[in-house]
Nanobody, 126 residues
Framework: QVQLVESGGGLVQPGGSLRLSCAAS????????LAWYRQAPGKQRELVAA???????DYADSVKGRFTISRDNAKNTMYLQMNGLKPEDTAVYYC????????????????????WGKGTPVTVSS
């Protein structure tokens, strides 16, 4: 139905920047909410930032002022610009899609489930 592929992760020094991308493909009419989550070793997965189809955004307190989430609805693509990276930002970053609708014959179908990408690793270290 829907596939999510992240890219842009890598190794960066503290204070550096990275831009993550998430491309959604498949039978998609619309995606209500796109979000970035991350999971550091030994920790639970946590929400980093989210953006609605209307452009409303939300951020974890730990990344406010440093990260910027955006999306291109026409391309079903989401981005995360990460500036001022810190070692504690080290994690695998996952793309999440929720409130997804697809085409079904002559109508629209609500899938009723969330979708996840496989993740892209980000390492912040000197």
């Amino acid at each position: 139905q829907v596939q999510l592929v992240e890219s842009g992760g890598g190794l960066v020094q503290p204070g550096g920047s990275l831009r993550l991308s998430c491309a959604a493909s498949g039978n998609i009419f619309s995606i209500g909410v796109l979000a970035w989550y991350r999971q550091a070793p030994g920790k639970q997965r946590e929400l980093v930032a989210a953006v609605t189809s209307g452009g409303v955004t939300d951020y974890a307190d730990s990344v406010k002022g440093r990260f910027t989430i955006s999306r291109d609805n026409a391309k079903n693509t989401m981005y995360l610009q990460m500036n001022g990276l810190k070692p504690e930002d080290t994690a695998v970053y996952y793309c999440n899609a929720d409130q997804v609708y697809g085409f079904a014959n002559d109508s629209i179908r609500y899938y009723g489930m969330e979708y996840w990408g496989k993740g892209t690793p980000v390492t912040v270290s000197s």
